[in-house]
C-alpha cells in the first residue's frame, strides 16, 4: 500500500494507545496487519484528520545558529530588546506532530487546550513565559503606510532595494552586521518575527511588521506576547474550519 504521512502517522499512533492499554508488548507484523486493515476501512473525512498539514517556515535552526555567531554585545543588544530567553533557544527541530496534536485540541474561543479529559487554559501571560517575550504595556500598532520616508528608508536596508524583505537577506544582515545601532536592533527583531514568533508559509517578511519596530528605542515597550498570541489563536480557527 501506499504508505501516505496520513497512514504513518496513524500506525504511530494506534501503536501508542495499544501500548497505553497493554494490548501489545513488541512489534508483531499481525498487530500490523490489523492497523492496517483499520485504516482501510476509514473513509476519506477520518482519514484527513491523521494527514501532517501543518506549513510553516518556522525555524528554530536558523534562528539558533545565527544566534550562535552574535558577538557578546550583539547577544547584550537582544536582552536590552526583550529578547534574551529567545537568545538562549537550545531547540533545533520542530515537532510537527506536536504542533498539530496542540493545534487540533486547542480552542480558540475559551482559549484551552484539551487533551485526555483535561482542559489547560492558555493565554497571553502563558505565551509570555514560555516564549520569553513581555507585555510592555505599550500599543503594536500597524497600521499606515509603507510609503513614508521612514518606510522607504528601511526598505531599502533590508529589503536590498527590492519590494521583499527576504529571510535569508535579514539573516546575513544580522550576522554580517559590524555596527550594533538602531538599524541592527530593528533587524534582528524583524528577525525573531520571521523564523519564530509570526513565520509563514512564505521565505518573506511582511513589511507592514517595520511599522511597529520603527522606533528602535520603543521595541521593548510594546505588547508583544499579546500582539503574537492573538493571531495565532485566530490562525488554529481558521485552520480547523478548513480541516
Partial sequence: MNKTSGFLNFLKTTKEQMKRKHLICKEDSKIEES????????????KLKYEL????????????????????????????LGFSILAQLGCSNLNRELCQMLVENF???????????????I?????????????????????????????????????????????????KYVKDSEKIDDTFKIGVSLFVVATLLCPTVLDTVQPKFLLPFRDAMAIRTKNWATFFFLPSCRRCEVFQVER
Avoid at 525555524?59 to 554585545?73: G, N
Avoid at 484551552?112 to 487554559?121: D, R, Y
Avoid at 497571553?124 to 503594536?140: H, K, L, S, T
Fill in 35 to 46: 492497523i492496517v486493515t483499520k485504516w482501510e476501512s476509514l473513509d476519506a473525512k477520518q
Fill in 53 to 80: 498539514t501543518i506549513a510553516t517556515r518556522c525555524a528554530p535552526k536558523m534562528f539558533k545558529d545565527t544566534i550562535s555567531t552574535f558577538s557578546k554585545e550583539k547577544k547584550e543588544v537582544m536582552g536590552e
Fill in 107 to 121: 480552542d480558540p474561543i475559551n482559549m484551552c487546550v484539551q487533551i485526555h479529559g483535561k482542559t489547560i487554559s
Fill in 123 to 171: 493565554g497571553p501571560q502563558d505565551f509570555e513565559r514560555i516564549m520569553g517575550i513581555r507585555d510592555g504595556g505599550g500599543i503594536v500598532d500597524i497600521i499606515g503606510s509603507i510609503d513614508e520616508e521612514d518606510m522607504k528608508k528601511m526598505m531599502k536596508i533590508y529589503a536590498q532595494g527590492g519590494n521583499e524583505i527576504k529571510i535569508i537577506n535579514l539573516q
